[in-house]
């Protein structure tokens, strides 16, 4: 993969990634009633949990953005890898918790498209970074 196509895979993952947890963040924050009715298993009275994660998870996502304005302005892909690293590790944790807790019936089976959308990222992430693309000339 040229340079030019390993840029726009890196901002491509970054964009997908990060938009899809800022947006999530914020319906959780907007209308947690309704997603927590969506998932099933979340009472009212857990709203502002489900709130309190979705500043969380929007947060997650706000971090790829930074990622990407971190490697713009110091032409560093390395500054971006520090957030893949760290966003794969949160992803692949929100991932297993949630295999358990369906596995152990605390959840309904509904969550794991959750824990598969941030398993997949995770995996993909860890992908580019174990292959040791970031390690290439600066831009």
């Not at 990634?17 to 969506?38: F, R, T």
């Not at 794969?88 to 297993?96: D, G, P, Q």
Request: glycine share 8%.
């Amino acid at each position: 993969m040229n340079s030019k196509q390993f840029r726009l895979v890196l901002l491509a993952i970054s964009l997908g990634a990060g938009a899809g947890d800022v947006m999530a963040g914020c319906a959780l924050l907007a209308a947690p009633q309704w997603l927590g009715h969506i998932l099933g298993d979340v009472p009212l009275q857990a709203s502002i949990f489900l709130r309190y994660l979705g500043v969380f998870v929007g947060c997650v996502g706000l971090s790829y953005f930074y990622g990407l304005l971190a490697w713009k302005w110091s032409g560093q892909r390395q500054r971006l890898a520090v957030v893949w690293e760290l966003t794969s590790f949160f992803r692949l944790a929100v991932a297993l918790f949630l295999v358990v807790a369906v596995a152990t019936s605390q959840l309904n089976a509904r969550w794991l498209a959750i824990s598969a959308v941030d398993g997949s990222w995770a995996l993909l992430q860890l992908y580019f970074i174990l292959t040791r693309n970031f390690d290439e000339k600066p831009d």
